[in-house]
Nanobody, 123 residues
Framework: QVRLVESGGGSVQAGGSLRLSCAAS????????NRWFRQAPLEGRELVAA???????SYAESVQGRFTISRDNAKNTLSLQMNSLKIEDTAMYFC?????????????????RGRGTQVTVSS
Protein backbone atom coordinates (compact mmCIF):
# COMPACT_ATOMS: atom_id res chain seq x y z
CA GLN A 1 0.00 0.00 0.00
CA VAL A 2 1.36 3.38 -1.01
CA ARG A 3 1.23 6.18 1.50
CA LEU A 4 2.61 9.72 1.38
CA VAL A 5 2.38 11.79 4.54
CA GLU A 6 3.27 15.47 4.72
CA SER A 7 4.33 17.37 7.81
CA GLY A 8 5.77 20.73 8.71
CA GLY A 9 2.98 23.07 7.74
CA GLY A 10 1.71 25.78 10.02
CA SER A 11 1.25 29.49 10.48
CA VAL A 12 4.09 31.93 10.03
CA GLN A 13 4.53 35.65 9.54
CA ALA A 14 5.57 37.03 6.20
CA GLY A 15 9.32 36.79 5.80
CA GLY A 16 9.51 33.63 7.87
CA SER A 17 10.45 30.10 6.94
CA LEU A 18 8.93 26.65 7.05
CA ARG A 19 10.22 23.26 6.03
CA LEU A 20 7.77 20.72 4.68
CA SER A 21 8.54 17.02 4.68
CA CYS A 22 6.91 14.11 2.94
CA ALA A 23 7.49 10.54 4.05
CA ALA A 24 6.72 7.75 1.65
CA SER A 25 5.98 4.09 2.15
CA UNK A 26 5.26 1.54 -0.52
CA UNK A 27 7.22 3.43 -3.19
CA UNK A 28 10.81 4.53 -3.69
CA UNK A 29 11.01 8.28 -4.24
CA UNK A 30 14.35 8.26 -6.04
CA UNK A 31 12.94 6.08 -8.83
CA UNK A 32 10.07 8.43 -9.51
CA UNK A 33 9.37 12.01 -10.44
CA ASN A 34 8.63 13.92 -7.23
CA ARG A 35 6.67 17.13 -7.01
CA TRP A 36 5.25 19.60 -4.54
CA PHE A 37 1.96 21.20 -5.45
CA ARG A 38 -0.14 23.81 -3.71
CA GLN A 39 -3.73 24.82 -3.95
CA ALA A 40 -5.32 27.89 -2.43
CA PRO A 41 -9.07 28.22 -1.92
CA LEU A 42 -10.88 28.88 -5.19
CA GLU A 43 -7.61 28.46 -7.07
CA GLY A 44 -6.32 25.69 -9.29
CA ARG A 45 -3.50 23.35 -8.44
CA GLU A 46 -0.07 24.91 -8.95
CA LEU A 47 3.19 23.05 -9.45
CA VAL A 48 5.58 24.54 -6.91
CA ALA A 49 8.70 22.43 -7.43
CA ALA A 50 9.82 19.16 -8.93
CA UNK A 51 12.85 16.90 -8.68
CA UNK A 52 13.68 14.17 -11.14
CA UNK A 53 15.50 10.87 -10.77
CA UNK A 54 18.89 12.48 -11.42
CA UNK A 55 18.32 15.23 -8.88
CA UNK A 56 17.46 17.88 -11.42
CA UNK A 57 15.02 20.46 -10.08
CA SER A 58 12.58 23.05 -11.30
CA TYR A 59 10.54 25.74 -9.59
CA ALA A 60 7.54 27.88 -10.24
CA GLU A 61 8.62 31.40 -11.10
CA SER A 62 6.77 32.70 -8.05
CA VAL A 63 8.97 30.70 -5.65
CA GLN A 64 12.27 30.69 -7.53
CA GLY A 65 15.10 31.68 -5.21
CA ARG A 66 12.98 31.27 -2.08
CA PHE A 67 12.02 27.59 -2.06
CA THR A 68 14.28 24.54 -2.32
CA ILE A 69 13.14 21.01 -3.07
CA SER A 70 15.29 18.12 -1.94
CA ARG A 71 15.14 14.40 -1.50
CA ASP A 72 16.77 12.12 1.05
CA ASN A 73 17.16 8.82 -0.72
CA ALA A 74 18.28 6.98 2.42
CA LYS A 75 15.21 8.07 4.36
CA ASN A 76 12.90 8.00 1.34
CA THR A 77 11.64 11.50 2.11
CA LEU A 78 10.97 14.61 0.10
CA SER A 79 11.36 18.11 1.51
CA LEU A 80 10.50 21.67 0.61
CA GLN A 81 12.43 24.43 2.36
CA MET A 82 10.43 27.64 2.12
CA ASN A 83 12.14 30.92 2.97
CA SER A 84 11.03 34.53 2.73
CA LEU A 85 7.43 33.44 2.79
CA LYS A 86 4.80 35.76 1.39
CA ILE A 87 1.11 36.05 2.09
CA GLU A 88 0.41 34.71 -1.38
CA ASP A 89 2.19 31.47 -0.48
CA THR A 90 -0.77 30.59 1.73
CA ALA A 91 -2.22 27.31 0.46
CA MET A 92 -2.58 23.61 1.06
CA TYR A 93 0.67 21.96 0.01
CA PHE A 94 0.90 18.34 -0.97
CA CYS A 95 3.62 16.06 -2.22
CA UNK A 96 3.19 13.79 -5.17
CA UNK A 97 5.05 11.15 -7.11
CA UNK A 98 4.67 9.59 -10.49
CA UNK A 99 6.44 7.62 -13.14
CA UNK A 100 9.42 9.48 -14.51
CA UNK A 101 9.23 10.88 -18.02
CA UNK A 102 10.63 13.90 -19.83
CA UNK A 103 7.84 16.10 -18.48
CA UNK A 104 8.86 15.45 -14.88
CA UNK A 105 10.08 18.98 -14.19
CA UNK A 106 7.07 20.70 -15.71
CA UNK A 107 4.16 18.28 -15.75
CA UNK A 108 1.08 18.37 -13.56
CA UNK A 109 0.13 14.72 -13.38
CA UNK A 110 0.96 12.26 -10.63
CA UNK A 111 0.22 8.74 -9.61
CA UNK A 112 0.39 9.11 -5.84
CA ARG A 113 -0.22 12.05 -3.54
CA GLY A 114 -0.44 12.90 0.11
CA ARG A 115 -3.37 14.53 1.85
CA GLY A 116 -1.54 17.80 2.24
CA THR A 117 -0.41 20.20 4.92
CA GLN A 118 -1.69 23.74 5.38
CA VAL A 119 0.65 26.70 5.15
CA THR A 120 -0.70 30.06 6.29
CA VAL A 121 1.36 33.22 5.97
CA SER A 122 0.16 36.37 7.68
CA SER A 123 1.31 39.97 7.71
Amino acid sequence: QVRLVESGGGSVQAGGSLRLSCAASGITFRRLCNRWFRQAPLEGRELVAAIDTDGGTSYAESVQGRFTISRDNAKNTLSLQMNSLKIEDTAMYFCAAGDYDTSCLSGMDYKYRGRGTQVTVSS
